[in-house]
């Protein structure tokens, strides 16, 4: 494992991890390893009002977490970092997370 000695490294990481443990943005970004997601399929899965998800589908996005790409009239969103899906990834793995959540 490699060592990591910077300070400003190792807060820029604290900062990820605190961004993603949110439990709506942790099923976000559980939902997003399986496959990229329009905005609707999101609502959908979480099964929350629109304004909740985009918020925090915006502090993902403006904490570099997730990027948007569009595809027409829709905005699809993916996990842009390959460490981060591989650690959503294996968090998934080893934690039931259920289905509904209140806002």
């Known amino acids: 494992m490699a060592e ?3 300070s ?3 807060n820029e ?3 990820v ?3 993603m443990g949110h439990p709506i943005r942790l099923r976000i970004l559980l939902k997003l390893t399986e496959q990229c997601c329009c905005v609707g399929e999101i609502w959908d899965y979480l099964q929350l ?5 985009s918020q925090h589908l915006k502090i993902l996005k403006d904490r570099g977490v997730l990027e948007s ?5 829709r905005v699809c969103y993916l996990i842009n ?3 981060i899906r591989d650690l959503v990834s294996e968090l ?3 934690c039931s997370v259920p289905e509904k959540s209140a806002a």
Request: proline share 4%; no cysteine; aromatic share 0%.
């Open 8 to 10: 400003r490294e190792v």
């Open 4 to 6: 990591v000695n910077n």
């Open 92 to 94: 998934g793995k080893k």
């Open 81 to 83: 970092d390959s460490m």
């Open 49 to 53: 009002p629109q304004a909740v998800v």
């Open 17 to 19: 991890l605190k961004v």
């Open 13 to 15: 990481i604290a900062e």
């Open 69 to 73: 790409r569009r595809e027409g009239a």
